[in-house]
């Protein structure tokens, strides 16, 4: 009987040891923190401020390393920041294990190569800029696995493929910058359930297709940056009226056409539209004048007709208004000189 049992103990202890050895995400401790970031090390080809060379090393608790943050709860990794250090390099799998992160600022290195598919496990991440780098690869689909990400900053890499369905769960995003990759494809339409979306800056890509209507149900949107891509088809009407706080619409060099929607004038905060190098005719209204806000106003190189509406004169805040190369006609309205603050005027 008592044999019985001290072997169902061993079977017992057995199976946990088991468990223990094959969850390895339940059994980091701070050491696997250290493990991690003395492998990132062990990636970096160089290192001109020898930055990692005086922070990191087995002497050194990682929780005293310039550029680590710990939690003061669990003394775990909570943020690193190596940003603008010059760094050449990769990020090894191993840096997965740094389950704890809440905040990685890569950004201004040369880490190049594709990011490994083992960071979905940093699952607490709020914050990710791994922008002006050198990645490259399809833009990885796991980041929809990170339900807490509110800032994603991959500007200026080599990012390629199209934007993943997936990223579309991650609900609680706050700003999606993917400017100056080469993306491509169209940008689809469940990007309207992050709907706490503030910024969505898609600049410089090859994005084809028309913008999702779905965009415009996200009252939170501040900017929307889509300048440098393929993008076609025309924006109706009353698009614009559920965005109370737009401040920035850049549709910059793309293939839109169509008229001007009148509901952009219900934008109030607006500071800056920029809509040039497109293919929008048709008048520009004089409701534009309602935009007291605008400081850049760019409708350059498009097919709009009729003549600059007196209103415009009401932009009081206006810095650079350009109109050049369209179908105007008529001589720029006076009420232009109330405008203290033009300081750039290309008319025609
Ligand atoms: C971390 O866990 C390992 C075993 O997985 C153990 O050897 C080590 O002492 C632990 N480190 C700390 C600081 O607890
Ligand atoms: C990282 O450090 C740089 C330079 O000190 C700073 O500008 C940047 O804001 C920091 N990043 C984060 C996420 O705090
Ligand atoms: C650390 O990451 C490596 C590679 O992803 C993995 O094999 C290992 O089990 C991890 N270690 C811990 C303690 O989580
Ligand atoms: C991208 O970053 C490089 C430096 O790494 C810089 O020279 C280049 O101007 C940047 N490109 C853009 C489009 O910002
Ligand atoms: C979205 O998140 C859910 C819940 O975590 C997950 O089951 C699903 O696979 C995710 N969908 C995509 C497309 O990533
Ligand atoms: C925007 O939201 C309204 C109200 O929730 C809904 O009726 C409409 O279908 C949505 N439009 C798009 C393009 O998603
Ligand atoms: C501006 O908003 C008001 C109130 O929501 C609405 O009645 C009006 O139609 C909008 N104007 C345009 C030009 O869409
Ligand atoms: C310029 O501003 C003044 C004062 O606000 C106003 O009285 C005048 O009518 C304006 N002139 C034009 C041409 O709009």
Known sequence: MEKAFSSF?????????YVMASSPMTKTNI???????????SQIISDPSHFLDESVSPAISVCHSVGVTCGSRHQRVKSLNLSNIALIGRI?????????????????????????????????LKFLDLSVN???GKVPSWFGFLHHLQVLNLVNNSFTGSI???????????????????????????????????????????LTGSIPFTIFNISMIEVLAFTGNSLSGSLPN????????????????????????TSLSNCSQLQVLSLSENEFDGPIHSEIGRLSNLQIL???????????????????????????????????????????????????
Request: charged share 15%; no cysteine.
């Open 298 to 348: 760019y409708l350059g190189t498009n097919h709009f007709t009729g003549i600059i509406p007196q209103e415009i004169g009401n932009l009081v805040n206006l810095v650079e208004l350009a109109m050049e190369d369209n179908k105007i006609t008529g001589s720029v309205p006076i009420s232009i000189f109330n405008i203290s603050s033009l300081q750039v005027l290309s008319a025609w």
């Open 92 to 124: 090894p799998r191993k840096f997965g294990n740094l389950s704890f992160l809440v905040s990685l600022d890569l950004g201004i290195n040369n880490f190049h190569g594709n990011l490994p598919q083992e960071m979905t496990r940093l699952r607490w």
């Open 238 to 261: 009353g698009l614009f009226n559920g965005l109370p706080i737009l401040k920035g619409l850049y549709l910059s060099s793309n293939k839109l056409h169509g008229h001007m929607p």
């Open 134 to 136: 050198n990645f490259r």
């Open 31 to 41: 050491t696997t923190d250290q493990l991690a970031l003395l492998y990132l090390k």
């Open 9 to 17: 103990l061993l079977i017992v202890l057995l199976l946990l040891l």
């Open 164 to 206: 993943p369905y997936s990223f579309f769960n991650m609900s609680t995003l706050e700003t999606l910058n993917l400017n100056f990759n080469s993306i491509d494809g169209k940008i689809p339409k469940v990007i309207g359930s992050l709907i706490n979306l503030r910024e969505l800056r898609l600049r410089a890509n090859q």
